[in-house]
């Protein structure tokens, strides 16, 4: 019998030591169990502000998908709280109800941003950033509401600022320092920080103390103690963290700032070991992630009964981009009396490093603008090994020795660390390389884990590449970790070798994965119905869950429901349908979408089907990789200035091409006259009405990232405008990249091929016109076919799963 191992918090800490326990064997000795409050796996949550700079989405920070649970056994059970061990009888309670009997628990609970317990802090619109909940919130404010204030001005609140800046909000960071970042940085680097934030359009207010939050229901302005006040829509609070301790107090388990632990992470309780921000060892509660590792680390080898190692303690250092600034900082960075500092300064560059020294060792430095010292630098405080001659001869990019042709990791040892996060050696990664056909960064950090968390270290990475297979190192951007191929190398062999199912396409391309990942299989998914659209059949358990479900999850775990209404019209018979369904299901929230449809929230999953079945509208594809909305103005029929039948064109686009396959979200408009009151200028495709013409716009962006469309031609027919659409998104889906929106392909390929291509010959429109002919033609609603077929609504919305419940 294997004993049961319950592992509390499904975060970065708990899932990084049951993979390191796995790594020791631990399979084979323990069942394990993972609860989690969010709904989501465990995904990288150094990457929120990435989220919130919409640089990337859930499914890019994700770090294990269901599929790496299902595959090692995991049981996981989401949007579920443990509120207490009942350490007498060796179970775990849930807020649901459940007993988990345990043998060992991992207490990995994280910590809870710090809410100051000012006035008004109860507010709607004041908010933490810590989840994805909290970027979801943060999106969805910037598009109804302008200005936000931040209180904070250390690095999450700096990056909280940032995102929100990317998402065309005013923001000032407010803080009560003089100068940012102060636990990072010493006043030269914060003020060089400074000036650059300021000049990408953040405002601060510095040495400020905030006294209450005013507003009526919402917030709306922010209150200082010195009488001052500043307006706010939207409040984030980025002022701390705190150590969630709260299911080990509830236990009986001692905890102070932190649940306590010893050299192996045990608590007192012997059976109950805890891990992460929760922590407190020998009186340090750690919050950055190259810590939370090392724990890790520790303690499987713990429960595997190795105790040849103890943790000692960490070296707390940051290497990081702030808002696109290169930032280092490490150990003691402010002099003391007994401390010498070495510094140099290029405020034309931006660019500032000092380094601090004690007797004849390195004690810490700061690094701003240009960082690339910064691993021989830790290395050097780490081993705490004597420096020879000066310090400032480490500075290499602005000594002698930069122009010699060495590079940084040529100085490293093997010993050396090269990804901090994830304590990966130089010598880990040269092994990874000479043993295991490591050909490009990806690869390094599918082997190694090196890369995988804040990414600062890709760089030295691609050194050692480029060090040990010279021209043969793979500089290209492979589809993931599973490959060396790039997108468009899959594509060119699924249609030279005619291949088709993902498992073919990944034994015949020779994946490293057996399973892939949940990066390539929806990827492979796309390529094959986009080559084979007659022949393919849509392998559902390689989508994401929105898109398998035909609706969207929301972070309580119940669905959205989105129907269609084509051009965003819609009539009094359907509008009583929804009414009534509404009714009936206690759907909690009906909201009006940007895209002029109804959005039924807060649906149950097992009423889904019903609620599609009573709708009797098709699926709006709100979740989908397809064609989302086409937004329309009323047009010349009702406004005084419309020079066209928007609403009749928009509802034709619409019409031919709903339910279309693309390899990302795409959204249209028309507009009846220049005013633009359809926001046309900023969509995938937009369409602008001027007198006898119709204006045709592509790579429109009115996300995080906007970005305003290209005017791709002009046409005087309803019927030429819906060949040159077509035309258009069938080369986007031919040779975009699978998840590229098409405001970064338009970039990445150029406004002038696609006009070559499409424009100037006629031909390849017919034939790109009759490919895409094809692929509408097998496309079926899927709310329709899923309620017409018992099984797959019984496989889809009512199946037990064994493994991975709370799906």
């Not at 950033?129 to 936000?148: G, Q």
Request: charged content about 30%; hydrophobic content about 35%.
């Amino acid at each position: 019998m294997k004993e049961k191992l319950v592992v509390v918090g499904n975060g970065m800490a708990g899932i990084r030591t049951v993979e390191e326990l796995f790594e020791r064997g631990g399979h084979e000795r323990y069942e394990v169990t993972v609860v989690g409050e969010e709904p989501h796996v465990n995904y990288n949550r150094i990457l929120l502000s990435s989220v919130l700079a919409s640089e990337a989405n859930m499914e890019d920070i994700e770090l294990n998908s269901l599929d790496w649970y299902r595959e090692n056994d995991v049981t996981l059970y989401r949007s579920e709280k443990v509120t207490k061990l009942d350490r007498k009888k060796k179970v775990v309670l849930t807020d649901k109800g459940q007993k988990i009997a345990y043998d060992k628990v991992i207490l990995a609970t994280g910590s809870h941003p710090f809410m100051l317990p000012l006035p008004g802090s109860d507010l709607e619109g004041v908010i933490a950033f810590r989840n994805i909940e909290d970027c979801e919130t943060m999106i969805e404010t910037a598009k109804n509401y302008k200005k936000a204030v931040v209180i904070g001005g250390g690095l999450l609140g700096i990056e909280a600022a940032r995102g929100l800046l990317n998402l065309g909000m005013e923001v000032e960071v407010v803080h009560i320092f003089d100068y940012l970042m102060e636990r990072q940085l010493d006043r030269t680097a914060a003020n060089i920080l400074r000036t650059e934030l300021e000049n990408q359009g953040m405002k601060f207010l510095l040495e400020k103390q905030t006294e209450a939050i005013i507003g009526k229901g919402r917030v709306e302005r922010v209150k200082f103690k010195d009488g001052t006040e500043t307006r706010a829509d939207l409040v984030v609070m980025a002022v701390g963290i705190r150590p969630n301790h709260e299911v080990a107090s509830a236990s009986g388990i001692e905890v102070n700032r932190g649940i306590v632990v010893d050299d192996y992470m045990q608590t007192s309780d012997p059976d109950v070991y805890a891990v992460g921000e929760c922590a407190e060892h020998r009186g340090m509660v750690y919050g950055l992630v190259a810590p939370l590792w090392e724990q890790g680390k520790i303690l499987a080898n713990a429960l595997m009964d190795n105790k040849d190692e103890k943790y000692e303690g960490s070296v707390l250092y940051s290497k990081l981009k702030v808002s696109g600034v290169q930032v280092f900082s490490v150990g003691e960075f402010q002099e003391q009396d007994d401390a010498k500092s070495v510094s140099m300064l290029d405020e034309f560059a931006g660019i500032y490093k000092k380094i601090v020294t004690r007797g004849d060792k390195i004690v810490g430095s700061i690094l701003v603008g240009d960082t690339s010292e910064s691993t021989i630098l830790l290395n050097q405080i780490i081993k705490g090994v004597p420096f020879e001659g000066s310090p400032m001869q480490l500075l290499r990019s602005h000594v002698g020795s930069a122009d010699d042709g060495v590079s940084a990791v040529s100085m490293l040892s093997n010993e050396d660390q090269v990804c901090g996060c994830n304590g990966v050696s130089k010598g880990a990664i040269i092994d990874a390389i000479k043993t295991q056909g490591c050909a490009s960064v990806a690869d390094v950090g599918a082997c190694t884990t090196a890369g995988r968390s804040c990414g600062t270290c890709k760089p030295m990475i691609a050194d050692l590449l480029a060090e040990e297979l010279g021209e043969t190192a793979n500089e290209k951007e492979t589809m993931c970790g599973c490959t060396d191929l790039s997108h468009e190398e899959v594509v060119a062999a699924i249609r030279e070798k005619g291949l088709t199912h993902t498992r073919e396409v990944m034994n015949v391309l020779g994946w490293k994965e057996e399973h892939g990942c949940s990066k390539c299989r929806p990827a492979i998914n796309y390529y094959l119905a986009m080559v084979h659209p007659l022949e393919h059949e849509d392998e559902r358990e390689s989508r994401f869950v929105n898109e398998r479900l035909h609706a969207n999850i929301q972070k309580d775990g119940t669905y959205s429901v989105v129907p269609r209404m084509y051009g965003g019209v819609t009539n009094p018979d359907e509008l009583r349908r929804i009414a009534d369904v509404a009714e009936k299901f206690n759907v909690p929230l009906l909201k009006i979408t940007g895209g002029q449809r109804i959005d039924l929230l807060g649906v149950k999953k097992e009423d889904v089907p019903s609620v599609w079945k009573e709708l009797d509208m098709p699926s709006g594809y709100a979740y989908g990789k397809a064609l989302r909305t086409v937004k329309t103005c009323v047009g010349e029929d009702f406004c005084r200035f419309g020079t066209q039948d928007s609403i009749g064109l928009g509802i034709a686009i619409e019409k031919k091409f709903e339910r279309l396959n693309t390899p990302h979200k795409v959204k249209m408009a028309v507009s009846a006259c220049p005013r633009n009151c359809a926001e046309s200028g900023i969509k995938d495709v937009g369409i602008v009405g001027v007198e006898g013409a119709w204006e045709i716009y592509v790579g429109g962006n009115g996300g995080a990232s906007l970005r305003l469309g290209d005017l791709m031609c002009r046409v005087k027919t309803s019927e030429e405008v819906l060949e040159i659409i077509g035309a258009f998104l069938q080369l986007y889906r031919e040779e975009a990249r699978y998840l590229e929106r098409t405001s970064h392909w338009v970039e990445r390929v150029g406004l002038d091929y696609i006009k070559e291509t499409l424009l100037e010959h006629p031909e390849n429109r017919k034939v790109l016109n009759e490919r895409m002919d094809e692929a509408l033609s097998v496309l079926t609603d899927p709310w329709e076919e899923i309620n017409n077929d018992p099984s797959l609504k019984e496989t889809l919305f009512e199946e037990k799963v064994a493994v991975v419940t709370s799906e």
